[in-house]
């Protein structure tokens, strides 16, 4: 017996960002949960992906945005470890890793900052101006009457 459940018809009345956190989700490529992240909402149209890599800078990370798609890999470089370092527990992981997110259309990159371990990626839906809700006028046959006999 198959217990899966059709979700189909809870999407069928959402479009694009409303979207964005179960998208993320669901793309993000399997890497056993390293690095660990969070996506937050904060507002209609902004979200935040939050990762955690401790022990990775600045420069042993990198971030793409390419067709839809976020792209975030991280590889440190050759360290030099003194010869006199001893490690008793070695926990701390250090890998290289790749995530990818897809992102709903119209999706922009505001930043990217790392604080304390943690990556902070700020994200925000920018419809184009045709997409954005407007008001439609309606005309009936009696105002159009009316306003040609006041001309």
Request: aromatic share 6%; no cysteine; hydrophobic share 35%.
């Amino acid at each position: 017996m198959n217990n899966a459940l059709d979700f189909s018809p809870l999407f069928r009345s959402t479009v694009g960002f409303d979207r964005l956190s179960r998208m993320l989700e669901a793309s993000a490529v399997d890497n056993g949960g390293y690095p660990p992240y969070n996506i937050i909402k904060h507002a209609e149209n902004r979200y935040k992906i939050t990762m955690a890599v401790a022990g990775f800078s600045e420069d042993d990370l990198d971030i793409t945005s390419k067709e839809n798609q976020l792209i975030v890999s991280g590889r440190i470089g050759d360290r030099i470890e003194n010869e006199e370092t001893v490690y008793l527990h070695r926990g701390i992981a250090e890998r290289a890793f790749e995530r990818r997110f897809q992102l709903a259309d119209h999706i922009k990159i505001l930043s990217a900052s790392i604080e304390n371990g943690l990556l902070t990626i700020s994200l925000e839906r920018e419809l184009p101006e045709q997409m954005k809700p407007r008001k439609i006028e309606i005309h009936s046959a009696k105002k159009t009457i009316e306003s040609k006999s006041n001309n």
